[in-house]
């Protein structure tokens, strides 16, 4: 297989400022073998189009790692601009709703695994392995959740089943084919990972992609394969074969799961002699009866709920191996080692919560497995650590406008992007005190009062105001204390819901609210370019939200408006002050030089604000637009045609990666199904 591989990236523009610099300077550290580099690219000046630049110019698949799901399906969009002809995928935890098994011998509480899983993102994580198994030209955003156990690659690709034309295997065997790869029956609609038999046809729903093939049993089109739309069941094409991949990752041969049976119940049998040996009597009645239980299920349907437990057994690690997870999905080269390119982004925030997350699953599971909740072999079920992680990954490069101290320490290279191709500068920064006080002929009122003055200053003018506090209790009181002096105020913390949040967001873009005050939420990835003013009130106070690479990611939220200004209010300069004024100062000095040099007058950048459902004006915007006027009149006309409809819209928002509208939208249908 060629180890080269075909991106064609899609841009109206051409690198610019000093992401040329950048660019070459990382190519070159690609070519030289390094496994460790570090792009330390301001905010605001183009990161994700220079690794997209670095990406199609190396030429090999590529998994990109953000900290959380928004940060991730924003990539994805970005990537998926760059790469239209590619395939680029999303890949983050499945669950809405996620509470974990857990036990607190304390209280004597057991709390049983509760989770609500989104079907949509489900079926892009089967989307994601299997564009893995089958093409090069990949590119996957994934949140940290690809660091989890997710089950045998190799089981996966060999279970899946080649459906030919005129070679089908007789309807019953291909019906008992279908359910020992988790399909399920149904009589109703299909959904991903199900399939009908309506007289002479079957139809099957694959688990990654919203199409029904249509296989002809008998009949004048005996053998046929026809592509149905699911929504208006209108011919979109006929096929000569198709691959079908199993609905569940967590899957093994029939011999290979009796294997495991007998190894799970070897070892049910080891435990329950432990227990009764340290007289845990009560331990040992639970760990058989739900043991046994889950050893019924497998040998009846070969799956339980919760079967990633006995992942050890049924991939056949030994114990204490690294689980696999999406890593292993990836391509490796002759001898084993990764053949694909990592980006880490963020890195300041992602590299410290990857090497989070093994500590607390296993604390969590050894205590299941103390009280008998849970086989031993149950904490193999794991995310890696990081040193396996590291391991698994090879050259990797992290972006972030503020590097920590492992990405800084790891780096054979850190590649400076500071210069914005737009010539916004960073922001004007000044330290004012906190309590009211006096120097000399000069007063100063206080945090409060004082940024209310400077706020209401740029609001007449035009321009939108960001807050930050220590607390979220601060923020609430600041909020309401705000709009009693008659400026539109609104907060912004954890306890509001992702849509909420978003439409907040929206309504201070569009003037609805002048000032916005939050915690750490107006840190990374909120691109506001109408913000003119920032106050950080107790920026004083030395810890995670007042720490160097805190203040320069909040201070660079004003970095996109020409007006930019950062008002730090603190009663004494601390190091993460100081550490953080200086940076600023010597990235202004590098932009103002450069524009000098070439004649650039900065400009506020221009980001037209949209409402959610207006994305980059696409068909299926359109078509949501046009239909918000007849919405009323046809559900009274035709309840389900209009539901039909808006799952269509819906899963034209999943396609182009627009989670947000999908949200929204699958929100209408859960009300139009409801009667409310």
Avoid: W
């Avoid at 792009?39 to 000046?45: F, M």
């Avoid at 090999?60 to 680029?88: C, D, G, M, R, S």
């Avoid at 920026?539 to 930019?564: M, V």
Wanted: aromatic fraction near 8%; glycine fraction near 6%.
């Amino acid at each position: 297989m060629n180890k080269q591989t075909t991106f064609k990236l899609n841009s109206p523009f051409s690198p610019s400022g000093d992401q040329p610099v950048a660019i070459l300077s990382l190519m070159k550290g690609l070519e030289k073998g390094y496994r460790h580099q570090t792009l330390l690219g301001a905010t605001g000046t183009g990161k994700t189009f220079t690794m997209a630049n670095v990406l199609a110019k190396h030429g090999k698949p590529t998994l990109v790692i953000a900290h959380n799901k928004t940060l991730a399906a924003q990539l994805a969009q970005e990537y998926q601009e760059f790469f239209p002809e590619n395939a680029v995928h999303y890949f983050v935890s499945y669950y809405d709703y996620y509470q974990p098994e857990a036990y607190m011998p304390v209280t004597d509480t057991y709390i049983e695994k509760e989770a609500m899983i989104n079907e949509e993102i489900d079926r892009l994580r089967h989307a994601t392995t299997q564009a893995l198994l089958t093409r090069r030209d990949v590119i996957i955003v994934a949140s940290v959740s690809c660091i989890y156990g997710l089950g045998s690659p190799e089981e996966y690709e060999k279970e899946h089943m080649k459906i030919e034309a005129g070679k089908f295997i007789p309807r019953n065997d291909l019906i008992r084919a279908l359910v020992n790869i988790h399909y399920k029956r149904t009589t109703a609609d299909l959904l991903p990972g199900t399939f009908r038999v309506i007289g002479n046809f079957l139809e099957i729903m694959p688990i990654n992609e919203k199409i029904i093939y249509r296989l002809t049993l008998s009949g004048g089109a005996e053998g046929t394969i026809d592509v149905i739309d699911p929504i208006n069941r209108t011919h979109k094409k006929t096929l000569e074969h198709f691959f079908l991949f199993p609905a569940k990752h967590f899957i093994t041969d029939k011999d290979k799961l009796k294997n495991s049976v007998k190894n799970i119940e070897a070892e049910l049998k080891d435990q329950l002699k432990k227990f009764e040996k340290e007289k845990k009597l009560l331990e040992a009645e639970r760990l058989k009866r739900r043991t046994r239980q889950d050893i019924a299920m497998l040998r009846e349907v070969g799956y339980v709920n919760g079967i990633e437990n006995y992942s050890r057994h049924l991939s056949g690690k030994m114990q204490g191996e690294a689980p696999d997870t999406l890593l292993s999905y990836f391509p490796k080269t002759e001898d084993g080692k990764a053949d694909f390119l990592t980006i880490i982004d963020e890195s300041h925030v992602t590299v410290p919560q990857i090497g989070g997350m093994y500590e607390g699953d296993a604390s969590r599971k050894r205590t299941l497995i103390e009280h008998g909740f849970r086989l031993p072999s149950a904490a193999d079920n794991r995310p890696l650590k990081f040193l396996e992680f590291e391991e698994r990954v090879g050259q990797t490069i992290y972006t972030s406008a503020t590097p920590g101290g492992y990405e800084r320490k790891k780096s054979q290279q850190i590649a400076n992007q500071i210069i914005r191709p737009t010539g916004l500068i960073d922001p004007v920064l000044e330290v004012r005190p906190i309590q009211e006080s006096k120097t000399g002929k000069k007063a100063f009122a206080g945090q409060i009062h004082d940024f209310l003055r400077e706020a209401d200053k740029t609001i007449k003018g035009g321009g939108r105001v960001l807050a930050t506090t220590l607390t979220k209790k601060m923020a609430e009181d600041l909020s309401e204390y705000i709009k009693e002096k008659k400026i539109k105020a609104a907060y912004l913390h954890s306890d509001i819901d992702t849509m909420e949040r978003i439409e907040i967001l929206s309504d201070f873009r569009k003037g609805k609210y002048d000032c916005l005050i939050g915690v750490n939420l107006l840190r990374e990835g909120l691109d506001l370019p109408e913000v003119e003013l920032i106050g950080i009130l107790d920026a004083d106070k030395e810890g995670f939200l007042r720490s160097e690479t805190a203040l320069i990611q909040t201070i660079g939220r004003a970095a996109r408006n020409i007006k930019g200004k950062v008002i730090l209010y603190a009663d004494v300069v601390t190091g993460s002050m100081s550490r953080a004024i200086g940076e600023t100062e010597r990235r202004r000095k590098i932009q103002i030089d450069y524009n000098k040099k070439h004649g650039i007058t900065p400009k506020t950048i221009v980001k037209s604000i949209r409402d959610i459902t207006e994305r980059l004006g696409t068909e299926h915007s359109k078509a949501v637009n046009r239909l918000l006027a007849v919405d009323r009149t046809l559900y009274e006309k035709n309840p389900s045609k209009l539901i039909k409809q808006k799952e269509k819209q819906m899963n034209a928002a999943v396609k182009i990666l627009d989670f947000e509208t999908a949200a929204i939208l699958r929100d209408e249908i859960l009300k139009l199904q409801s009667g409310k």
